[in-house]
């Protein structure tokens, strides 16, 4: 039996949609192998399914590179904040360990590296290599066989921050006793590193002990 193309064409979307019985699949599909305008018009019905699935396809790769892009700036954010972190602690270590170094004050000992002379009248001390930021002075009157004179001890101090920054080209200069405060009348200059509680009254043997633990940088 044959059946009209307008039937046939009524049902092809249903049979392209895979719901038709066994029995009508049959038929559509015995029409269309004679019926080459309905097997156009099937061929249509395809056609339209591919050109809809293209943007469908087309969206799904928009939004797969899209999820891309996120997770690649989700990625960036947290390799900024891990640097920026990281900056932070190291700048908050390395001021703490400055702000250390610089109320470290420390004696800076005796090493060939300090001198004393008379200029103008003036004792000037010399440091060579580092920086002092504290000077110790007593002056020390003592009678020795009938004759008085005057010792000068001193120590300078600075902390381990200048030590670090300083070198051996860099001195510095420090006014131990003006020519206005009686620097005429210092006999001898002494590098004492030690306690200086009591210094100026002790007698003749506790300051020989003083002495000998001290360098002798000028005498007249």
């Not at 895979?18 to 029995?23: F, P």
């Not at 399914?49 to 954010?77: T, V, W, Y």
């Not at 066989?145 to 300083?166: A, M």
Request: with cysteine; glycine share 4%; aromatic share 10%.
């Amino acid at each position: 039996m044959k059946y009209p193309c307008s039937l046939i064409q009524d049902l092809l979307p249903l049979y392209h949609d895979g719901v038709c019985s066994e029995e009508s699949n049959k038929i559509i599909e015995a029409h269309l192998s004679e019926c080459s305008s309905c097997k156009d018009y099937y061929n249509s019905l395809c056609e339209a399914d591919e050109i809809f699935a293209a943007p469908q396809n087309a969206e799904l790769e928009m939004k797969k590179a899209a999820s891309f892009r996120s997770i690649k700036r989700k990625i960036r954010k947290k390799q900024i904040f891990v640097v920026v972190l990281a900056f932070a602690i190291f700048a908050v270590i390395s001021f703490s360990i400055v702000g250390l170094l610089k109320k470290s004050e420390q004696i800076i000992s005796y090493e060939d590296n300090i001198s004393v002379s008379m200029v103008d009248d003036s004792l000037i001390g010399r440091l060579q290599g580092n920086q002092a930021n504290y000077l110790k002075i007593k002056q020390v009157e003592i009678e020795n066989n009938g004759q008085k004179d005057t010792y000068l001890f001193f120590y300078l101090s600075g902390t381990k921050w200048d030590d670090i920054l300083t070198n051996d080209d860099v001195f510095s200069e420090y006014v131990l006793c003006a020519a206005n405060k009686g620097a005429e009348r210092i006999d001898r200059v002494f590098y004492y590193t030690g306690d200086y509680t009591g210094i100026e009254s002790m007698d003749i043997g506790d300051l020989q002990k003083i002495i000998d633990n001290s360098v002798l940088l000028w005498s007249k």
